[in-house]
Nanobody, 116 residues
């Protein structure tokens, strides 16, 4: 069984930084994609960033230049460095993974709250 465990969410002030982590465990073949999505209250879950097996990264326009996604292949862990946080970044952040021909797998989410 595949499990994704996120950590790093917190309450911060606007302009501050946070680093989210997501560790994958269990039985799975090579990871193709790891990424982050978020869901704000009353809104649908939206894509934030992902990193592909070859290392290429993609971001939603709203976070470009502020967020950086990275991956530690040895630890099957993905990170999201979030700088210059804004109140509109407030959401539950979910980790996602696709491995082999399976997935997506989802984590349980971690709350990020940015106060103005």
């Amino acid at each position: 069984q595949v499990q994704l465990v996120e950590s790093g969410g917190a309450l911060v002030q606007a302009g501050e930084s946070l680093r989210l982590s997501c560790a994958a465990s269990g039985s799975f073949f090579s990871i193709n994609v790891m990424g982050w999505y978020r869901q704000a209250p009353g809104k649908q879950r939206e894509f934030v960033a992902n990193i592909l097996v070859g290392g290429s990264t993609h971001y939603v326009d709203a976070v470009k230049g502020r967020f950086t996604i990275s991956r530690d292949n040895n630890k099957s862990t993905v990170y999201l460095q979030m700088n210059s946080l804004k109140p509109e970044d407030t959401a539950v952040y979910y980790c996602m993974m696709m491995a082999g021909d399976k997935g997506p797998y989802w984590g349980q989410g971690t709350q990020v709250t940015v106060s103005s």
